[in-house]
């Protein structure tokens, strides 16, 4: 199921946007594994007709929810913005509790480890994620930030790999280090994006 087709089932059906919400509420509190369908369904307030009549298994609640929240993520991403501030917020957002859809994030991962079907609804996430970082790498490139050799693929790859280590670092209770120098630490690497000399060790 696509984007738009997404938004169109949840502006025609409030009731799909209100067991998702419950169901991200859920696993959040509870992980995937001590979730059950009843559970959701009693957060919901709806009956368990209503659930069943839209989603067919707690499966597939936690892969619409995981698809859910890239496309909300979307939405934020897409808002026209430097994309040096976008790195610097990036990294200032590592530190605090997780909120429910981070959580959902982070409980989504470990669960595709034994299931493919939510292995495949991070990937098509994925796919929303890069459809929206594209106009911030485009104007990374422009502007020198990162090399304009350097693939989409792999730049999403870096801030999804960044954003996921935080989120487990956080969801551990490790503490952050002092922000300001946390953002300084993301844009050194970030400027090694920029360099067009190849390293000593891919040299030799």
Request: cysteine-free.
């Amino acid at each position: 199921m696509g984007e738009v087709s997404r938004e169109t089932d949840e502006l025609s059906d409030p009731l799909r946007r209100q067991l998702l919400d419950a169901a991200t509420r859920v696993f959040a509190e509870q992980g995937y594994a001590g979730t059950k369908v009843a559970d959701i369904v009693r957060a919901s307030g709806l009956s368990s007709g209503a659930m069943y009549g839209r989603f067919r298994s707690k499966n597939e609640l936690l892969m619409e929810a995981v698809v859910s929240a890239a496309l909300r993520s979307t939405t934020a991403l897409a808002s026209d913005r430097d994309v040096g501030d976008f790195i610097a917020d990036v990294a200032s957002h590592h530190h605090g509790p997780l909120s429910d859809l981070e959580a959902v994030q982070l409980e989504a991962y470990v669960t595709a480890r034994r299931e493919p079907e939510v292995a495949a609804a991070i990937a098509e996430g994925r796919e929303q994620r890069r459809d929206a970082i594209q106009p911030l790498v485009e104007q990374a490139r422009s502007s020198g930030l990162v090399n304009d050799r350097s693939d989409i693929e792999s730049i999403l790859y870096f801030f999804d790999t960044m954003n996921l280590g935080a989120l487990v670092q956080r969801a551990a209770g490790a503490a952050p280090p002092e922000l300001g120098r946390w953002a300084q630490v993301v844009r050194g690497v970030l400027a090694r994006l920029a360099d067009d000399q190849p390293s000593a060790a891919s040299a030799g």
